[in-house]
Every structure is written in C-alpha cells, then in structure tokens.
C-alpha cells in the first residue's frame, strides 16, 4: 500500500519534499534574527560584492543568509514548477546547489539577469526554455559578476544597473552553447560542468577588467561565530531525508546497493533509475557524511561550509554516493596534510567538499584513480581563482575539469592496450 501510493503521487511528493524545506529555510531565518535585522542584511546581501569568498552569514547575519537562500530556492521551485517539469537529478542538484551557493555569492537579484538570458536564447532557438532551466541554474554560478557591475563599479544610476542586467544576460545567454560544447572536453567525469565553463567565461571577464585597469580586488570574508542552532538545521535536514525515504517506501537495501553500483558518470540520473525514494535517502546519507567529517575536523559551519554540504547532497540525486565520492575526498585530504594545510580552515573544507565533482572517476576506474584525483584536485584548485577573479563560484568545478581532462585519456589508453593485449 506505502508503495502504491508513492508511485501513484511520486510527482506531487517530490514538489511536497522539496517546498517544505525552502518553507523549513524561511521559517528558520526567524530563529536566528528579528525582522529588522534579517531584511536590513538581505539589504547588504544584494548590494555586497560576492567574488570568492563573501560569507552571508558574517557581511549580514544568519537570518538574512537563510531568507535569501529560502527566496532564491522558492524561485526556482516556480520555475520548474510553472513548466511542468517532473523534478529529476540534474533538476533537484541544480537547486540545492543554487540554494546552498545563496548563503555565500547568490542572492535573489544577481541570480535572475543570468536566468533571464538563458530563457531569451531557448526563444531565440525556438526550444522550450525546459530543456535549459537546468543550464540557466547552474550558470548564476557567475552572478558575482552581476553584482559588481550594479554595485561595485564606477557606474552612475541607472547606468550601472542598465550594465548589471546586460551582464547577466549575456552571460546566460553564451552559457547553454558553451555548456554543451565543455563536457566533451572533460567527457562527462566531472560533475560541475558548468563550474568548468564559468572557469573559462569568468577568466575572459577578468582578463577584460584588467586590460582596462580595473582589476578584481579578492575579499575574504567568512563568519567564525557560533554555529550550534544552524548545525542542528543542517542535520535535521540531513536525517529528514532520510525519515521521508522511510515515510513513503520501506528501506531496501538491494536496491541502494544498486544504486551505489554507479560510475555517476554524466549523465547518471538516480531518480530516474533508482527512484526518488533511494535518491533523497542517498542524499540525507551524504549530508551526515559531511556533518560527520565537520565534527571531525573540528570546524564550524558557516555560509560557504553550507553551500557545499548543499551541493553534495543535491548530487546525491544526480552522480554521487558514498562509494564514489570518499576516495576522492581521501585523496584532497591526503594531500592538504602532506602540505601542511589546517584541514579546518574553510578552503580546505571546500577542497575536499567541492572534490567530489570527481566522483565519477572512482565510479568508473575504481578507488585508487578517486584518491590519485582528489590530490591533483587539491594541489591545482588554489591557483586557479587568479584566473577568473573570484567571478566563478564554482572554481573547483573550473579545477576539476582539467584534472577530469588529464586523467581520462591516460587511463583509458592503458584501458585498450590491455584490452588489445
């Protein structure tokens, strides 16, 4: 009867799941700050610079961080929801990627040019803008670009808002082509595809700032506050995916077996081969994992901290699984404690987090090809940020492309000559 009822509602259950947490988000913001304090820092939100890394949780507060990511998530649940689509894995990771990245460079106004420009070039293709919603969420990944433009230029009003808005356009509206063209190059091993070809737009806009002597300035800003009540959200999150698989199907451990099985290669959608039931589970699994490791490293949670928890488990639906993704996360460890790195400082968190871009290559070529690309992973993704001026959120989707690139066509050479033999 459980079973029946889920394949019969499967739909409506996951637009249920997935609007109760952006209400849970909203509902929290309120935990934390008064009104007065949370809509004064969704203020300082918007008008921020967001370039690699601006932590919500420290420019504002807590509260404001947690509204822009429930607003920015309740955006794009209508998206999806006013085209009807059924949400599937690239669909579910897309915006708890989108949602995590607003507690740290996203918020409600520099994520919607991007958008916008992507659903002007599905017209002017002629397609349903459906087949790019998934593209247009993961292209804010440039939104800081958005906001300096609007609020950090030299710019007079309304000039700079005009050149804000045609930024984004533009931006959304190049992504899809080159979205499409990228994953060839890395041949679908790293899951931030789009990280990779933001990488590369953003490193041309930088390259353009400078030439006319207006460089990026870095910012480094990161909340080191308590972080009790917002831990406890994150892990009710966490266990409420995995009581909702439990609610609307009995746990089969065969099937999640299965499911971990996978390579997670591009395109590896869970939900459509596994079921939503095993894909939010999987999802809640990841989250504990990262959980378990925070309290390991002894680190605290913080805006950026949440946004890559966030993006892993929205892969959980869409590529990653604890067999794929620990490998690779060994491996970035391995090597930032070779060099000597504090595993708790937060770019070493997202090191090992954001590695898991290249879970696919465990999947596929097994534990030791994980481990050998977590470390090429964490030695090459802090000199990559120079390249794109922070402008790209997504830079170990930009540094996971070329060690995805490097790694495949050496493996698979030795692959053949085996198989030749």
């Given at each position: 009867m459980q079973t029946l009822f889920y394949?019969?509602?499967?739909?409506?259950?996951?637009?249920?799941?997935?609007?109760?947490?952006?209400?849970?988000?909203?509902?929290?913001?309120?935990?934390?700050?008064?009104?007065?304090?949370?809509?004064?820092?969704?203020?300082?939100?918007?008008?921020?610079?967001?370039?690699?890394?601006?932590?919500?949780?420290?420019?504002?507060?807590?509260?404001?961080?947690?509204?822009?990511?429930?607003?920015v998530m309740l955006i794009l649940l209508i998206i999806v929801k006013v085209q009807d689509i059924d949400p599937n894995g690239p669909v579910i990771s897309a915006i708890f990627t989108v949602t995590g990245f607003s507690m740290f460079g996203k918020n409600i106004i520099n994520v919607l040019a991007i958008i916008l420009g992507v659903f002007i070039y599905s017209k002017i293709k002629k397609e349903k803008f459906a087949k790019f919603t998934v593209i247009a969420f993961f292209s804010t990944a440039l939104s800081p670009l958005v906001t300096r433009v609007g609020f950090g230029s030299e710019l007079i009003f309304p000039f700079n808002y005009i050149f804000a808005a045609v930024s984004g356009l533009l931006v959304g509206f190049i992504?899809?082509?080159?979205?499409?063209?990228?994953?060839?190059?890395?041949?679908?091993?790293?899951?931030?595809?789009?990280?990779?070809?933001?990488?590369?737009?953003?490193?041309?806009?930088a390259s353009l700032f400078r030439i006319f002597d207006?460089?990026?300035?870095?910012?480094?800003?990161?909340?080191?506050?308590?972080?009790?009540?917002?831990?406890?959200?994150?892990?009710?999150?966490?266990?409420?995916?995995?009581?909702f698989k439990l609610i609307i199907t009995k746990l089969d451990i065969h099937r999640y077996k299965n499911l971990i099985k996978r390579s997670g290669r591009l395109v590896t959608d869970?939900?459509?081969?596994?079921?939503?039931?095993?894909?939010?589970?999987?999802?809640?699994?990841?989250?504990?994992?990262?959980?378990?490791?925070?309290?390991?490293?002894?680190?605290?949670?913080?805006?950026?901290?949440?946004?890559?928890?966030?993006?892993?488990?929205?892969?959980?639906?869409?590529?990653?699984?604890?067999?794929?993704?620990?490998?690779?996360?060994?491996?970035?460890?391995?090597?930032?404690?070779?060099?000597?790195?504090?595993?708790?400082?937060?770019?070493?968190?997202?090191?090992?987090?954001?590695?898991?871009?290249?879970?696919?290559?465990?999947?596929?070529?097994?534990?030791?090809?994980?481990?050998?690309?977590?470390?090429?992973?964490?030695?090459?993704?802090?000199?990559?940020?120079?390249?794109?001026?922070?402008l790209n959120l997504y830079n170990n989707g930009f540094s996971g492309g070329f060690i995805a690139a490097f790694l495949v066509p050496i493996i698979t050479s030795f692959r053949e000559d085996k198989f030749n033999e």
């Open positions: 394949k019969k509602n499967e739909k409506h259950i996951k637009y249920f799941i997935l609007f109760f947490y952006c209400i849970l988000l909203f509902s929290s913001a309120f935990m934390f700050n008064t009104p007065n304090q949370i809509f004064s820092g969704l203020k300082t939100i918007i008008e921020h610079p967001d370039v690699l890394i601006v932590d919500y949780f420290e420019v504002a507060n807590i509260g404001a961080a947690l509204l822009n990511s429930s607003i992504m899809p082509p080159l979205a499409n063209s990228f994953v060839r190059f890395h041949q679908g091993y790293s899951l931030y595809n789009v990280g990779f070809t933001s990488g590369i737009i953003g490193m041309i806009i207006r460089p990026l300035e870095p910012i480094f800003v990161v909340y080191q506050g308590p972080d009790s009540k917002i831990k406890v959200l994150i892990y009710f999150i966490s266990i409420s995916m995995i009581a869970f939900i459509s081969l596994d079921g939503f039931d095993m894909a939010i589970f999987n999802m809640g699994i990841l989250g504990l994992i990262c959980l378990i490791y925070i309290e390991i490293i002894g680190a605290n949670l913080n805006g950026p901290t949440i946004a890559a928890i966030f993006t892993v488990m929205g892969f959980g639906s869409f590529g990653k699984h604890p067999k794929n993704v620990l490998p690779v996360m060994l491996g970035a460890i391995i090597i930032l404690k070779i060099t000597g790195s504090d595993l708790s400082d937060i770019n070493s968190i997202l090191t090992v987090f954001f590695s898991t871009t290249l879970a696919p290559l465990t999947g596929e070529f097994g534990f030791f090809v994980g481990l050998l690309a977590g470390g090429l992973h964490a030695a090459l993704v802090s000199n990559l940020s120079y390249l794109h001026a922070g």
